[in-house]
């Protein structure tokens, strides 16, 4: 097996041109991207990226929820593909990088290989995951999921958007419900390159983050139940405010989240008052809660401490606070293996690098659970996303392609290399 | 002059039965009452109003926004009449006493004194003020905020309900405009018995509240502008959390108004988030906020603290809060000698009181700037008012309406009485 030299580059200039062409496809004003999946403009960037494929020498097929899968022989095709990829779909008014940089990038991984007509001893796949976005349809990240086991695909394609469209209608319309069973094609990794959609690596000045956990998380629904009486003639001391002990809880959760820092997170962002009045004491209210860490007992924790902080707000302010956990999804842990050839492909090239927890779920967190996947991140600015002003550099992007591009020829092996690019 | 009887004493059960007989124009399922002003059910009881004044020797008139006076004469015409009163309309789902008991005391007061064959030296006038409630047509306490001369008669008369209908317009429609111009008819005094709509009397097991002031208000509108941002990605220290910071603005209130207690009330009871999820961290939203005390320096010092929290919150947060002040009412101090009056009326029945503050907002705040006033408070269960549960006992009420008969005639004075029911 011939060894590839860590000076093996992937075009800038073309995964830059391939990003914002495919950018094209739901052009928003702004400079941003709407794509919803299955939709018209998720078929036409599902067709130039099934021609794009072609042309770079893949075999390209479709699974029954639309995954698309492109492959690029391997010199021993009874060895399972390494799979790279990310997803199309964008949210509403959603950016040009997210998804689409780790779906490009892989493409470009694969143009690169021919360029320097490397032939590897495992078969390589590019992969669209179908709606990870989850602005369409419910739930988000959906495709893996399935590919997981976390769903049947008759549960899948019987989901209905906002106006009822089907799942399965949606594929029908635009062509992309392929025969393949969903899961029936296995791969020996997965590896993810996207945007950190948060502000760490930026603030660090790193250039590529090498994720080794995913966030477990606790979602929460929360009531509170206080009495609603006249903000005139109600004394202070006589209130039963539900808004006042709601606002001891909202300090709370960020208490807690920091005191198991710097990892755990903690919000909340939702809040409703029962018929809310400026001059009415708040009786009722309804919220969301949600805690995140990438470590299991320290969520134990940080719910035990939530817990034990409402029952004494709820006590002191004599008010009911009801609070109902309604998801919890355990951590992710990367495949150590794996994460470790991301590190060792990321110090090859020489570039600034932290280990890093993905905060945001991923096609990756999904897949991790049935095949060893890990994932790379570059930064994107102001650790925005999901927002039209969502934005990375050239240089990032490509040092991230180029680590991805290397940890594919590692995992995959090289057989052979016919020139490199320098 | 004659002197009163102290065991002079109105009619408990006919006043218990009017308040109940005017009930059923409006009554709800739960026992409330939904008679909003100057509509069909607001027509009815203003009918059964005018016939029973009518029938205890009174000569009704109605002013230019529907105000009724019901004027029974003394042995000097020449002397201004004392005003006792208060309003007929309800709130949306309203209860039996707000504003009926002030109203019907009055006239049982009036027929107490016909039974008792009182002549008293000045005339005597009972008031059903037009659209206390404020919850059909803004303002609250519109018509005698006009003859406070707040407002113009024209101005009001413009003013439309949520169906575009003008207050004219109803006036017309149920036959209650009438030709004297608002604020001509002088008083001497305004005497108006309310329940509290608040819950100290009952607490302390006080049967009269003699209200010496009413409450000063401020109003606010806030906005608070972080960042939204990620809930998985963005790290605790990074956030600059809209939620976060009104939360301690809501404690900061809270705080306040208890340091300048026991008088002083702060509230907020509104807050919208702008494009809230579970999954984002609050970027924008918007509140309101009130503080109320009964003293203007209190005022003064309730806004420079809130100004100096709320500096401190934006400035540690990295937000920022702006608070509009939109309404400044100052406290009303009723008129010393009427509330004198009042509380020898009170001591000499034998009641236990207390001196008290109007937390909310009545007609006899806004006379009270053109005329000596005063108001009469009875409790009412647990505090609850504007609320179908809103209840009041037989002896409470009968007790408000002994002290405001003793109290006008005192005002009034007594020239002859025939018998006393004792």
Same mark, same amino acid.
């Given at each position: 097996?011939?060894?590839?030299?860590?000076?093996?580059?992937?075009?800038?200039?073309?995964?830059w041109?391939?990003?914002?062409?495919?950018?094209?496809?739901?052009?928003?004003?702004?400079?941003?991207?709407?794509?919803?999946?299955?939709?018209?403009?998720?078929?036409?960037?599902?067709?130039?990226?099934?021609?794009?494929?072609?042309?770079?020498?893949?075999?390209?097929s479709?699974?029954a929820?639309?995954?698309?899968?492109?492959?690029?022989?391997?010199?021993?095709?009874?060895?399972l593909?390494?799979?790279?990829?990310?997803?199309?779909?964008?949210?509403?008014?959603?950016?040009?990088?997210?998804?689409?940089?780790?779906?490009?990038?892989?493409?470009?991984?694969?143009?690169?290989?021919?360029?320097?007509?490397?032939?590897?001893?495992?078969?390589?796949?590019?992969?669209?995951?179908?709606?990870?976005?989850?602005?369409?349809?419910?739930p988000?990240?959906?495709?893996?999921?399935?590919?997981?086991?976390?769903?049947?695909?008759?549960?899948?394609?019987s989901?209905?958007?906002?106006?009822?469209?089907?799942?399965?209608s949606?594929?029908?319309?635009?062509?992309?419900?392929?025969?393949?069973?969903?899961?029936?094609?296995?791969?020996?990794?997965?590896?993810?390159?996207?945007?950190?959609?948060?502000?760490?690596?930026?603030?660090?000045?790193?250039?590529?983050?090498?994720?080794?956990?995913?966030?477990?998380?606790?979602?929460?629904?929360?009531?509170?139940?206080?009495?609603? !009486?006249? &903000? #005139?003639?109600?004394?202070?001391p @006589?209130?039963?405010?539900?808004? $006042? =002990?709601?606002?001891? +809880?909202?300090?709370?959760?960020e208490?807690?989240?920091?005191?198991?820092?710097p990892?755990?997170?903690?919000?909340?962002?939702?809040?409703?008052?029962?018929?809310?009045?400026?001059?009415?004491?708040?009786?009722?209210?309804?919220?969301?809660?949600?805690?995140?860490?990438?470590?299991?007992?320290?969520?134990?924790?940080?719910?035990?401490?939530?817990?034990a902080?409402i029952?004494?707000?709820?006590?002191?302010?004599?008010?009911?606070?009801?609070?109902?956990?309604?998801?919890?999804?355990?951590?992710?842990?990367?495949?150590?293996?794996?994460?470790?050839?991301?590190?060792?492909?990321?110090?090859?090239?020489?570039?600034?690098?932290?280990?890093?927890? !993905?905060? &945001? #779920?991923?096609?990756?967190?999904? @897949?991790?659970?049935?095949?060893? $996947? =890990?994932?790379?991140? +570059?930064?994107?600015?102001?650790?925005?996303?999901?927002?039209?002003?969502?934005?990375?550099?050239?240089?990032?992007c490509?040092?991230?392609?180029?680590?991805?591009?290397?940890?594919?020829?590692?995992?995959?092996g090289?057989?052979?290399?016919?020139?490199?690019?320098?």
């Amino acid at each position: 097996m011939a060894s590839t030299k860590s000076n093996l580059q992937i075009d800038s200039t073309r995964l830059w041109n391939a990003i914002h062409e495919t950018a094209k496809f739901g052009a928003t004003p702004k400079g941003g991207v709407r794509r919803l999946t299955l939709g018209a403009e998720d078929k036409q960037v599902r067709d130039w990226f099934r021609d794009a494929c072609e042309a770079a020498g893949c075999e390209v097929s479709v699974d029954a929820l639309g995954t698309m899968f492109a492959v690029r022989r391997g010199r021993d095709m009874s060895k399972l593909p390494i799979a790279i990829g990310s997803h199309l779909d964008t949210q509403p008014t959603g950016g040009k990088f997210d998804g689409v940089l780790g779906t490009l990038a892989a493409l470009e991984a694969i143009r690169a290989m021919n360029d320097a007509g490397i032939e590897t001893e495992a078969p390589i796949c590019i992969c669209n995951w179908t709606n990870e976005e989850g602005s369409r349809f419910a739930p988000a990240m959906m495709a893996s999921a399935a590919y997981a086991g976390d769903y049947t695909s008759e549960d899948i394609l019987s989901r209905k958007d906002a106006d009822g469209v089907t799942v399965a209608s949606a594929l029908d319309t635009i062509g992309y419900r392929g025969a393949e069973p969903v899961g029936a094609r296995k791969f020996s990794a997965f590896v993810e390159l996207h945007i950190e959609q948060g502000p760490l690596l930026e603030a660090e000045e790193k250039i590529i983050g090498v994720v080794e956990r995913g966030q477990g998380i606790i979602w929460y629904n929360g009531t509170i139940s206080g009495f609603a !009486s006249h &903000a #005139g003639t109600t004394p202070m001391p @006589l209130r039963r405010d539900a808004l $006042a =002990a709601f606002s001891e +809880v909202v300090l709370a959760v960020e208490t807690i989240a920091k005191n198991h820092g710097p990892h755990a997170v903690g919000t909340i962002g939702e809040v409703t008052i029962d018929n809310s009045s400026r001059n009415v004491v708040a009786g009722d209210l309804k919220f969301s809660a949600e805690f995140r860490s990438p470590e299991a007992a320290t969520m134990d924790k940080l719910h035990a401490a939530l817990q034990a902080a409402i029952a004494d707000i709820a006590s002191r302010r004599k008010v009911t606070i009801n609070l109902e956990q309604i998801w919890r999804k355990e951590p992710t842990v990367f495949d150590p293996q794996i994460v470790g050839t991301v590190e060792g492909a990321t110090k090859q090239l020489g570039y600034a690098y932290r280990r890093i927890t !993905s905060g &945001a #779920g991923h096609d990756a967190c999904n @897949l991790a659970s049935v095949m060893p $996947a =890990a994932m790379i991140f +570059v930064p994107c600015k102001d650790g925005v996303s999901h927002n039209e002003l969502e934005d990375a550099t050239q240089a990032d992007c490509t040092a991230g392609a180029n680590v991805l591009l290397h940890t594919t020829l590692a995992l995959a092996g090289v057989v052979s290399a016919l020139k490199t690019n320098s």
